[in-house]
């Protein structure tokens, strides 16, 4: 390619320097809204992942036909279900869990908590299998009344003030929290520990969002007796999964069982969902801006119409003027490119940033080199097809009328 026609090119950019910029605009947010949404769901998609091959030998039997996370809140199972459960070949481990949504307090002040009641030894026991760790402290000890569990991201707090600013604490154990029962009465319990983050996981994020506490407290506190949300099931060997689900349906006839690979492949077909929405939206902001790169260039082809008159009067050929169109309308949407490639993956990291204050655990956007190839090669297409009609438009410029040509 010939240098000259570069510098040529560059000379016109420079000199048109905030159309250029504008034109410009329409090409960066096309290409951060792409960056940055494939980025964060490249992130998802990996800890959907990683939580699939560690969860593929939980079942959870939740209450009623077609359960989900409402039956769960409001609908109830017989604790005694889970002791029947336990006797099934190949249940290695049943962890029964009561969920309740209140509001914790410490030190003054009150945030909302999602309260696990579980039956201290059995829940020791499926962790173990599962792989929360603790980072402080003990388990809930077994026998106990008024000992709690914290998640993580309990424990080591960091919330947003009305006012603004971060209030960060660090519960440790042997203090004191109190959590509120469906009256509003405070129910104070004494820290055991605390468990490790478990990881940027789509389960994990629910463990370090909770407080444990031991079920029969928990069932006193709401007046449920004997009452549970939902039972998580451990088999012992994948292979026997299907087996084990098909014997508790038989012994459970009026619930839901469901693995929880099945739970997860759920949200990912949800996500998958919400990418090719996002990206479809993204894709429109890609065509307006192609739109004005042609608007641009076809601006700039009639600006400069005298100026190229006296390019094919020099002797310049049509091959030179449509490389000079081409290279101007290329060099704009690669520069667009560029810079929003960089503010995509700027965005992506702040948006997660700013959502882990309402979703703490939510993974870090990951960025590879298939979203590079996949911006610049979209990037570059776009830059060549929107620059090919005004290319040819300028070149197609009659030299003595263009030289006559009175802007």
Not at 177 to 196: C, H, M, P, Q, T
Not at 345 to 362: D, E, I, S
Request: charged residues 20%; neutral net charge; proline residues 4%.
């Amino acid at each position: 390619m010939d240098r000259e026609i570069l510098k040529i090119a560059l000379r016109n950019l420079h000199r048109r320097k905030i159309r250029t910029f504008f034109t410009m605009l329409g090409i960066i947010i096309a290409i951060a809204s792409i960056t940055a949404l494939v980025s964060i769901t490249e992130g998802i998609q990996l800890s959907i992942a990683r939580t699939l091959q560690s969860t593929s030998n939980v079942i959870i039997v939740l209450p009623g036909i077609g359960g989900s996370l409402l039956t769960v809140v409001t609908n109830t199972l017989n604790q005694s279900v889970a002791e029947e459960i336990a006797k099934i070949d190949h249940v290695e481990a049943v962890n029964p869990v009561l969920v309740k949504f209140t509001a914790m307090e410490y030190r003054g002040w009150e945030i909302p908590v999602t309260v696990m009641g579980v039956i201290p030894r059995e829940a020791q026991r499926f962790y173990a299998l599962t792989g929360p760790q603790l980072q402080r402290g003990q388990f809930i000890p077994h026998g106990s009344r008024f000992k709690a569990l914290l998640g993580y991201s309990i424990a080591n707090a960091k919330i947003q003030k009305e006012g603004g600013g971060t209030l960060t604490w660090q519960i440790l154990p042997g203090q004191t929290i109190k959590l509120y029962d469906s009256n509003g009465r405070a129910w104070e319990f004494k820290v055991s520990g605390n468990f490790r983050e478990s990881g940027q996981s789509f389960v994990g994020i629910l463990v370090d969002t909770s407080v444990f506490v031991p079920l029969g407290t928990l069932q006193e506190m709401y007046d449920e007796p004997g009452k549970i949300s939902f039972i998580e099931v451990w088999v012992d060997d994948v292979n026997f999964v299907d087996y084990v689900k098909e014997r508790i349906q038989r012994l459970l006839p009026g619930t839901t069982v469901i693995t929880e690979r099945q739970g997860i492949e759920v949200v990912v077909e949800i996500e998958n969902m919400l990418k090719s929405l996002l990206l479809g939206i993204g894709s429109i902001s890609l065509i307006v801006g192609a739109l004005g790169v042609i608007n641009t260039l076809l601006t700039s082809v009639v600006e400069r119409t005298r100026e190229i008159g006296t390019y094919r009067a020099l002797g310049a050929k049509k091959r030179f003027i449509m490389e000079m169109i081409l290279i101007e309308g290329i060099m704009l949407t690669i520069m667009g490119g560029i810079v929003g490639f960089g503010s995509g993956v700027l965005l992506a990291h702040v948006v997660v940033h700013v959502l882990r204050t309402k979703t703490p655990g939510l993974p870090d956007p990951i960025v590879d080199l298939k979203v590079v190839a996949i911006a610049f090669g979209i990037t570059l297409l776009v830059g060549l097809i929107a620059s090919v009609y005004p290319a040819k438009k300028a070149a197609d410029l009659n030299p003595a009328e263009a030289i006559r040509h009175v802007e």
